[in-house]
Structure formats: structure tokens, C-alpha cells
């Protein structure tokens, strides 16, 4: 009942938020430019055409209608044409979206299985060299800039040892010669469904080195969040209780102190999950990984701003829903959450 | 000294010097460069990508500049964008988290609700997008990750406030009918102020980050004055062959971003504070 | 031969500022079956001696004693494999010895999968004997539960519920009714005595509160300042207490006032923990003390089965 009520309350916050971010993304996007109309009409636009674009675009409309008019364009995910390339942007985002957040689902888990076990570790030898190590390490984590890190990453794993492939999201032996029907348009999963052993593995391959990257300043948090908030449950009663009645110490440390770490390890997933969609418009450039952030970093060059719009708009609305649903979940571990 | 190390233990110390080292450097940036009129950006297409050696101790740009005076003169962008973006942010997150958490009741809701939606982004996507609108430049760039920024210190001025406004003292000013105005600057402010000091000047670091990749991304200060950022971005071009070009700036943002992380886990250790997100 | 034999422990906490002498000298002699009682102040080194016993002390404390036996194996070198296997404890605040985040039926399985060998199913039902044993009405609805859905009365059955899962058969119960109601604490305190007569087991009971003693213990030690100044029958320690400090203890207690009547506090403080003691460690606050007191360790007294540790004659007070 606690629970059925909390969560119908997040519910309508999020529902508040989504509809202040499409407000902010309208104004930066439609209101902050100096004049779209000139970059709607195209390159050395004359005069005409700019009017033109003009009454197409409904600029001239006062400022809460054109609101109205983009909310409920966004909300039906009308997302309108690119001004570059003239295309569909909604089409665009069905190809590029699953890519992205393919990536960043991987990078989460892999943050989250670095980290963790890192951090139980380093509060179970607090103070010794494990945990002086760790620390250090997530220090460095958290300090790396993403772009210079992927590079780092390429250099040694692409160039120097030759394991992994250096960029793309697939060989060119699969991608062009046997290609994956795209269903879900996530790779990993296609070529399972598909049977495609050889693609999977291809596939694999491709999204070590970007998720790695995006992984690394998460764990990094993960590593530090974790070890703090077990060193302090680690003291608690409970926890001296289940030593009094026998229990094995890996099974406290895992089976009993852990799952009240839990909070900061949701708390992880979804900070991991935004690090992961934004440090991807970095990430993917280098990578050459057709993702959101790719086609975003060249809407900018282009100044292409329905694209930029849609892209915040879709991701922002990504990571709300994430954290709505980690929310959920940390009422759902800890029961207490939604009492407060 | 001695009480510093004591204080701050050996790596905060460390990261302390490297901090002020590097202010001294940006200060003194015309003397200490080698070339200065590279640092500054005057092409030498003569000794273009020449690799490390006695006379460019860290090789040389595909301009031919020299990297180490390109560097140094780096240090100037990146400490005032760092600066320049936690002063900013703290110029709107103050007066909205003490307004708010001073009040209390609707002006709160409406104010904290407003920086929900600020806080809904995706930091680097939603400077992204404010770059991108704004268009390329330094003071550009500096605006778009302010915008990212506030929210934090709104939150954080707030919860200081939250604690502050129940105090003996506060309340008699109150019944004492001293001005809510009067108030705030008198007791709330230089209470909240330090706390928050401290946050600001530890996150010059994060904030610097964060501009760098801006202008990795193009979004950042324009050709020819020299960033970082920008650096890494153009010696992708040339990586790994010339690895020099990319990884001297690359690894001068880990170093500076790993000292104020250093220092400010320092300064931490006994007050437990809270990670946070940023690029 | 004692269950539990104890003679002269010692524990010291070392700390930048010196060793804390949190248990000075504790002997203990626990029959099988009984209910042992052990009073004393807060800091009197009765909490400590329990975990001594558990093999739980800080990091770094050092333990010394003449005799530190359990069933005639020495807890020195055996504490961490007896406990939980033999010896379990009851903790004072059972809304914090219970895990907030796991269910009652995983808490209750985890200890009964440590250590009995037995499939899941059979688990089960044997989490649901060992709820109703303790008087739990519903165990099945309590398996579901987390501790916050739960009474203290009903979290304190369930952790003595995970203790008797241990198949312990001697319990150390810290305090276990000091956060409970009275009513609550004495059905806890009944629930106690049930066990110990239907299962033959063996309690340390850690208080301190003289009504506790009266109410379910059948013999007693009295803490004063990490010292075991007095030992015997409940009815002897009670009725004929031998120490002043014992004494001093009884007449705090309100029913032993006549009603109406002052109370009686015991001026004074327990000697800091880091301090040395000569001569008696009660003789700053004893209303009888003596030249001597304050010089020599004080001899021991036995009238039977009872025995305390004092300058003063027999019978003198």
C-alpha cells in the first residue's frame, strides 16, 4: 500500500520533469539559436526562402503555442526532419538508439561487476594493500578523461596487442558479407536469435573497448560508494549477530552486508547508465560507433537542431525513466525507503 | 609544512603543490614557455610533428608549435574555464538554494521542482546542447556546463540552509523582526558560505573535465589559443604514430583532474562526502 | 565439571592512549541447566565477558586468564568454532541484530544451512518449529516478513528462534529485555525458562537489573569495574548480599525502598578503565570502607555455595 503510493508519487514527479526538460530543450533549441529559419532554408538561403521556412516552422506563432505545437510533436515522437540531411529523425533514432544503449547497458553491468566485488573487498581489508590499491585506482577512475582513456584503451588492446578490433560495432566480414537482420536492433541479441554464433562473438569483440571506457570512472564510484557504505554496515549489529551464530564470512560479507548496500549500488546503476549516454557522444566518435552520440556530435557541426532537440529529448526521457525504475527497485530492496 | 602533511596526508599534500604549481604556471605562463609566441599560437611549420626531443622536450604539433609551451599556455583556458564555471554556478545555485530552503513551503517546491529539471539531464548532453546553441567560444562553453552546474550547489546551499534556519540565533533575529533580507546575509550566508567554499574550489577539477571535453568535441575555445581539450581532439590525426601530440595534453588533464580528486578525498576522509557524476 | 569455567579473565583494549582494562578479573562457574545471572553498571565488564566468551572482542584486545574453558575446551583457541555451533547469543536490541533488508525465513535459513545438513524443504519446516517453540503464533506470516513488520517481542523470539537454530545449547543473553516493554520482557524472560527446562540448555544472562535476577536466574555473579566481587545462589545474593557493592545495588532497587522513602543512589563513579587499581576497586564509594580497603586487594569470603570478595568480617554488616 506504502509502496503502491510511493510509487504512483515518483511517477508523477517524473511526469513533471519530463515536461520541464521538454520545455528547457525547446527554448535552447528553438528559442536560443539566433535564427533557425536561416538554417532550415539551407546553405546562402535568399530572402524568400527564409520566409518560406519561416511559415513552415511557425515561427512567427507566440512562444506557448509553438511550445504546445513541439510538446506534442515530441510526445508523439514526431520528431520532424533533419535540417542537413532531410531525412526522418524518428527513423534515424531507430537505428541509432538501440546501438547506444546497447553500450551503455554493457558498460553499466561491467561497471557494476568491477566495482562492487572491488569495493566489498576493499572494506573487508580496510586499511591493507588491497583496499589502499582500490582506492587509489578508483581515485584515478573517476580523474581519466573519458576520450583520452578510449584512446589509451585502442593504442594498447587495437594497435599494440592486436585482440580486439579497433573501432566499428561489427567486421565488415559480418556487416557486409553476412549481415545480422536487424530485430531488436540490439547486436548481441540478434545474433542470438539468429543463431549467429561467429556474429555474437564479432560483436562481443566490438564492445569491449567502448564499454570499458564507459565503465571505468562508474566503477570507479561503484568501488568507492561500496566500500564506504560496507564499512559502515560491517559495524553494525546484525552483522556481529550472524558472526555469533556461525555464519561463514564470505557468506556475511555477501549474503548479509551486501544486500544493504544495495541502495548505493542502485545508485550506481543509474548513475552509470547517464555517464554511459552522455560519455557516449565521446566515446562513439572515437570508437565509430553508429550510436546517438555519433549522430549527435555531427547534428552540432551542422548545427542541425531538431536533431540535437530530439537526441537530448529521447536520452533525457531514457534516464529518467531509469532512475523512476531504480527508485522502484530501491523501495522494493529496502522496504524502509518508501516510509520516508 | 610539517602540520600540512599532517593534516592532509602525503598524496593530499602532493596534490596540493601540483595545484598551486600549476596556478604559478598559468600566472607566469609568458616566462616559464619556452617559445611563447607558439604557446600564444604562431605557427612553425618548419619542425612540424617533430618527435621529443632536446629542444621540444615534448615534441611539436602538426604547426610545428612547440607541445610544452602549448601546454603551458593551456593551463591559463583550462584554470579560468574551471574557475570561471564553479563562480557561475555558484552565482545561481547560491541565492536559488538559500531562497529556498529559507522560505520553505511553495517558493522551495517551485524552485527545487525547477532544478529537478535541470538535474533530469544528463549533465555532458545537456551542455551539449547549450554549446551547440550557443555557438563555439570560450565564455560560450563556460555558460553551457554552468548550466549543468548549478542545480548541485542549489541542493547543497539548501540543505545547508535547511539546517541553519531553526538555529537559537536565527529565530531571534526573526522575532526580533530583523528583515528575512538582513537575515540571510548577515547569519545564513557566511555560515552556508564555507561549506560550500570548499565544494566550489574542489570542484574546479570535475569542472575542468568537463570543459575539456566540450572542446575535445569542437565546442570549446577556438584555434589557434591553446586548450587541452582541443589538443587531444587534433592529435587524433596523427595517434598513435604521433602519439606525442595527443597524449601530453590527454595525460596533463588526468594529472590536474587526479589532484584536486586527491585533495579533495583529503580533505574528505573525516567528513564523508559524496561522489558525483561529470564527464 | 562447569559448562562454562572462567577464572580470572582478563581483557585490555589497547588505544593511543593506553590500555582500556575493560575486564580486569572475571571468574564464572556455569552449571549445565542453569540460568547464570551477571549484574553490573554499564562498564562493569559484563558485556565484554560475553563476547570474550563469543570470541568476538575488538581487533587487538588481549586476553589472558587462568582457566577460560567451555566444556572443557579452551575458548582461547576454540571460540570461533564454537560459536554458533554451541554457544549463541541473544542480543540486547533485537531490532538491530536482525538484518533489515532480508526476509525472516532468509535469516533463519542461512543459519540453519550453516549448520544442519538438511534439504530445503525439511529447512522450512523446521524454521517453522523453531518460531513456534518460541511462542511465535503465526510462523509461517513471520517467515514472510521483514523485522521492521515486527513487535520487539516477536523480533526477540525470532532471534532466539536463529539461536536455537544454531543447535546451541548454551545461550549468552545480553540484556535481552532491556528493550522491551516489562510485560514483553517478562514473557521473554518465561520463554527463556521454558526453553532451558524442555531443552536442557544453559544461559549467561547479562543485566543489569536486579528484577531480571530475581526473575529468572538461579545463580548470580555481581560486576563491579571488570572485577567478579560476588557469586552464588540468586536466593543467597539476594537475601544475604556479602559485597557493599551488592548491597549498595539492592537498596537502589525501588521495591527494596519502603514506600515512600529517598532512593538510595550510589554516590560516586566506577574507577576510569585505564586506571590501575590497589586495595579494593569499591573502597572510594563504600559507606564501610577501611584503612585497609584502599591498600589491599580484599580476601575471598565463602558461606557455601557463596562467596564475595571483602575487607569486612562475616556477618559485620
Known amino acids: 500500500m506504502e509502496l503502491t503510493r510511493y510509487i504512483l508519487r515518483r511517477m508523477v514527479l517524473s511526469a513533471f520533469v519530463v515536461l520541464g526538460v521538454t520545455f528547457l530543450v525547446f527554448i535552447v533549441a528553438q528559442v536560443v539559436p539566433s535564427d533557425p529559419a536561416a538554417l532550415y532554408a539551407g546553405p546562402r538561403p535568399t530572402a524568400e526562402q527564409i520566409e518560406k521556412a519561416r511559415q513552415e516552422l511557425n515561427l512567427d506563432a507566440p512562444l506557448i503555442q509553438r511550445f504546445a505545437g513541439f510538446a506534442k510533436a515530441m510526445g508523439t515522437g514526431d520528431f520532424g526532419v533533419s535540417y542537413k540531411s532531410r531525412r526522418l529523425i524518428a527513423e534515424d533514432l531507430r537505428a541509432y538508439l538501440p546501438a547506444?544503449?546497447?553500450?551503455?547497458?554493457?558498460?553499466?553491468?561491467?561497471?557494476?561487476?568491477?566495482?562492487?566485488?572491488?569495493?566489498?573487498?576493499?572494506?573487508?581489508?580496510?586499511?591493507?594493500?588491497?583496499?589502499?590499491?582500490?582506492?587509489?585506482?578508483?581515485i584515478a577512475a573517476v580523474a581519466m578523461p573519458t576520450f583520452f582513456l578510449a584512446m589509451i584503451l585502442q593504442l594498447v588492446f587495437a594497435q599494440w596487442l592486436g585482440i580486439l578490433p579497433l573501432s566499428g560495432r561489427l567486421s565488415r566480414e559480418i556487416s557486409v558479407t553476412a549481415p545480422l537482420s536487424m530485430m531488436t536492433g540490439f547486436n548481441l541479441i540478434d545474433a542470438l536469435l539468429a543463431g549467429r554464433l561467429d556474429a555474437f562473438g564479432d560483436a562481443l569483440k566490438h564492445l569491449i573497448l567502448p564499454a570499458l571506457t564507459l565503465a571505468s570512472y562508474p566503477a570507479g564510484v561503484a568501488m568507492r560508494l561500496t566500500r564506504s557504505a560496507m564499512i559502515e554496515i560491517l559495524e553494525r549489529r546484525h552483522v556481529t549477530a550472524a558472526r555469533a551464530l556461525g555464519l561463514s564470512e564470505p557468506r556475511i560479507l555477501f549474503g548479509h552486508a551486501l544486500p544493504n548496500a544495495m541502495g548505493p549500488a542502485l545508485t550506481v546503476i543509474g548513475l552509470s547508465f547517464a555517464y554511459a549516454l552522455t560519455g557516449a557522444v565521446l566515446v562513439e566518435i572515437i570508437f565509430a560507433w553508429p550510436g546517438l552520440g555519433r549522430y549527435v556530435s555531427e547534428a552540432i557541426l551542422a548545427k542541425d537542431f531538431p536533431v540535437i532537440a530530439a537526441v537530448t529529448m529521447v536520452v533525457t526521457i531514457c534516464y529518467v525513466v531509469m532512475n523512476l525504475l531504480i527508485d522502484i527497485a530501491q523501495a522494493l530492496v529496502d522496504p524502509r525507503v518508501a516510509l520516508s | 609544512?610539517?602540520?600540512?602533511?599532517?593534516?592532509?596526508?602525503?598524496?593530499?599534500?602532493?596534490?596540493?603543490?601540483?595545484?598551486?604549481?600549476?596556478?604559478?604556471?598559468?600566472?607566469?605562463?609568458?616566462?616559464?614557455?619556452?617559445?611563447?609566441?607558439?604557446?600564444?599560437?604562431?605557427?612553425?611549420?618548419?619542425?612540424?610533428?617533430?618527435?621529443?626531443?632536446?629542444?621540444?622536450?615534448?615534441?611539436?604539433?602538426?604547426?610545428?608549435?612547440?607541445?610544452?609551451?602549448?601546454?603551458?599556455?593551456?593551463?591559463?583556458?583550462?584554470?579560468?574555464?574551471?574557475?570561471?564555471?564553479?563562480?557561475?554556478?555558484?552565482?545561481?545555485?547560491?541565492?536559488?538554494?538559500?531562497?529556498?530552503?529559507?522560505?520553505?513551503?511553495?517558493?522551495?517546491?517551485?524552485?527545487?521542482?525547477?532544478?529537478?529539471?535541470?538535474?533530469?539531464?544528463?549533465?555532458?548532453?545537456?551542455?551539449?546542447?547549450?554549446?551547440?546553441?550557443?555557438?563555439?567560444?570560450?565564455?560560450?562553453?563556460?555558460?553551457?556546463?554552468?548550466?549543468?552546474?548549478?542545480?548541485?550547489?542549489?541542493?547543497?546551499?539548501?540543505?545547508?540552509?535547511?539546517?541553519?534556519?531553526?538555529?537559537?540565533?536565527?529565530?531571534?533575529?526573526?522575532?526580533?523582526?530583523?528583515?528575512?533580507?538582513r537575515i540571510i546575509i548577515r547569519h545564513i550566508l557566511p555560515a552556508t558560505g564555507r561549506p560550500l567554499t570548499v565544494q566550489a574550489a574542489l570542484d574546479v577539477g570535475p569542472a575542468?573535465?568537463?570543459?575539456?571535453?566540450?572542446?575535445?568535441?569542437?565546442?570549446?575555445?577556438?584555434?589557434?589559443?591553446?586548450?587541452?581539450?582541443?589538443?587531444?581532439?587534433?592529435?587524433?590525426?596523427?595517434?598513435?604514430?604521433?602519439?606525442?601530440?595527443?597524449?601530453?595534453?590527454?595525460?596533463?588533464?588526468?594529472?590536474?583532474?587526479?589532484?584536486?580528486?586527491?585533495?579533495?578525498?583529503?580533505?574528505?576522509?573525516?567528513?564523508?562526502?559524496?561522489?558525483?557524476?561529470?564527464? | 565439571m562447569p559448562l562454562l569455567n572462567i577464572r580470572n579473565l582478563s581483557v585490555a583494549i589497547p588505544t593511543p592512549d593506553g590500555d582500556v582494562h575493560a575486564v580486569r578479573s572475571v571468574s564464572l562457574e556455569i552449571e549445565r541447566g542453569e540460568i547464570h545471572g551477571v549484574i553490573g553498571e554499564s562498564g562493569c565488564g559484563k558485556t565484554?565477558?560475553?563476547?570474550?566468551?563469543?570470541?568476538?572482542?575488538?581487533?587487538?584486545?588481549?586476553?589472558?586468564?587462568?582457566?577460560?574453558?567451555?566444556?572443557?575446551?579452551?575458548?582461547?583457541?576454540?571460540?570461533?568454532?564454537?560459536?554458533?555451533?554451541?554457544?549463541?547469543?541473544?542480543?540486547?536490541?533485537?531490532?538491530?541484530?536482525?538484518?533489515?533488508?532480508l526476509s525472516i525465513a532468509r535469516q533463519m535459513d542461512d543459519v540453519l544451512r550453516a549448520h544442519r545438513d538438511m534439504p530445503r524443504q525439511a529447512r522450512h519446516s523446521e524454521a517453522v518449529e523453531l518460531l513456534a517453540a518460541t511462542g511465535l503464533p503465526d510462523p509461517e506470516r513471520v517467515l514472510k516478513s521483514y523485522a521492521h513488520q515486527l513487535s520487539g517481542g516477536m523480533q526477540q523470539r525470532v532471534v532466539i528462534a536463529q539461536a536455537l537454530a544454531t543447535g546451541a545449547d548454551f545461550l549468552i543473553a545480553d540484556e535481552p529485555t532491556t528493550a522491551l516493554d516489562v510485560s514483553v520482557g517478562a514473557q521473554v524472560l518465561a520463554l527463556l525458562r521454558k526453553l532451558v527446562a524442555e531443552r536442557g540448555l544453559t544461559v549467561l544472562m547479562i543485566t543489569h537489573d536486579m528484577d531480571v535476577i530475581a526473575e529468572a536466574c538461579d545463580r548470580a555473579t555481581v560486576l563491579y569495574a571488570?572485577?567478579?566481587?560476588?557469586?552464588?545462589?540468586?536466593?543467597?545474593?539476594?537475601?544475604?548480599?556479602?559485597?557493599?557493592?551488592?548491597?549498595?545495588?539492592?537498596?537502589?532497587?525501588?521495591?527494596?525502598?519502603?514506600?515512600?522513602?529517598?532512593?538510595?543512589?550510589?554516590?560516586?563513579?566506577?574507577?576510569?578503565?585505564?586506571?590501575?587499581?590497589?586495595?579494593?576497586?569499591?573502597?572510594?564509594?563504600?559507606?564501610?570502607?577501611?584503612?585497609?580497603?584502599?591498600?589491599?586487594?580484599?580476601?575471598?569470603?565463602?558461606?557455601?555455595?557463596?562467596r564475595w570478595l571483602c575487607h569486612l568480617p562475616e556477618g559485620s554488616a
Open chain 3, 226 to 306: 571488570g572485577l567478579s566481587v560476588e557469586t552464588g545462589p540468586v536466593h543467597d545474593v539476594l537475601q544475604r548480599p556479602g559485597h557493599p557493592y551488592a548491597r549498595a545495588l539492592l537498596a537502589a532497587l525501588p521495591d527494596a525502598a519502603p514506600h515512600g522513602a529517598k532512593l538510595e543512589a550510589i554516590e560516586g563513579s566506577i574507577p576510569p578503565p585505564r586506571s590501575q587499581i590497589d586495595g579494593c576497586a569499591f573502597a572510594p564509594r563504600c559507606p564501610q570502607a577501611m584503612p585497609v580497603c584502599a591498600l589491599q586487594a580484599p580476601p575471598e569470603r565463602t558461606l557455601a555455595a557463596h
Open chain 1, 100 to 138: 547506444t544503449l546497447e553500450l551503455a547497458v554493457f558498460s553499466t553491468g561491467l561497471a557494476l561487476l568491477i566495482g562492487i566485488p572491488l569495493g566489498v573487498l576493499a572494506a573487508a581489508r580496510q586499511g591493507k594493500w588491497p583496499d589502499r590499491l582500490g582506492s587509489f585506482g578508483s
Open chain 2, 208 to 279: 575542468l573535465l568537463t570543459a575539456a571535453a566540450l572542446s575535445f568535441l569542437g565546442l570549446g575555445v577556438l584555434p589557434p589559443t591553446a586548450d587541452w581539450g582541443q589538443m587531444v581532439d587534433a592529435g587524433r590525426k596523427f595517434f598513435p604514430a604521433r602519439w606525442w601530440y595527443s597524449a601530453t595534453p590527454g595525460l596533463t588533464i588526468f594529472i590536474v583532474a587526479l589532484a584536486f580528486s586527491v585533495l579533495g578525498d583529503a580533505l574528505r576522509e573525516r567528513k564523508g562526502g559524496t561522489a558525483r557524476a561529470s564527464a
Open chain 3, 48 to 101: 565484554m565477558t560475553g563476547m570474550a566468551a563469543l570470541g568476538l572482542v575488538p581487533k587487538g584486545a588481549r586476553i589472558a586468564a587462568d582457566r577460560f574453558h567451555f566444556d572443557g575446551e579452551d575458548l582461547r583457541e576454540n571460540a570461533a568454532r564454537l560459536r554458533g555451533r554451541r554457544i549463541g547469543m541473544i542480543s540486547q536490541d533485537p531490532a538491530a541484530a536482525l538484518n533489515p533488508v
Open chain 2, 1 to 181: 609544512m610539517t602540520r600540512l602533511v599532517q593534516r592532509l596526508g602525503w598524496p593530499g599534500t602532493i596534490a596540493l603543490v601540483v595545484i598551486l604549481l600549476l596556478v604559478l604556471v598559468a600566472v607566469l605562463a609568458p616566462w616559464v614557455a619556452p617559445y611563447p609566441q607558439q604557446g600564444v599560437g604562431v605557427p612553425n611549420v618548419a619542425a612540424k610533428l617533430s618527435s621529443p626531443s632536446a629542444q621540444y622536450w615534448l615534441g611539436t604539433d602538426h604547426l610545428g608549435r612547440d607541445m610544452l609551451s602549448r601546454i603551458i599556455y593551456g593551463t591559463r583556458i583550462s584554470l579560468t574555464n574551471g574557475v570561471l564555471i564553479v563562480a557561475f554556478s555558484l552565482l545561481i545555485g547560491l541565492p536559488v538554494g538559500l531562497a529556498a530552503g529559507y522560505f520553505g513551503g511553495w517558493i522551495d517546491e517551485a524552485l527545487m521542482r525547477g532544478t529537478d529539471v535541470f538535474l533530469a539531464f544528463p549533465a555532458l548532453l545537456l551542455a551539449v546542447l547549450m554549446a551547440a546553441a550557443l555557438g563555439p567560444g570560450f565564455l560560450n562553453s563556460i555558460i553551457a556546463v554552468s548550466v549543468t552546474w548549478w542545480p548541485w550547489y542549489a541542493r547543497l546551499a539548501r540543505s545547508e540552509v535547511l539546517v541553519l534556519r531553526n538555529q537559537p540565533y536565527v529565530e531571534a533575529a526573526r522575532l526580533a523582526g530583523v528583515s528575512h533580507g
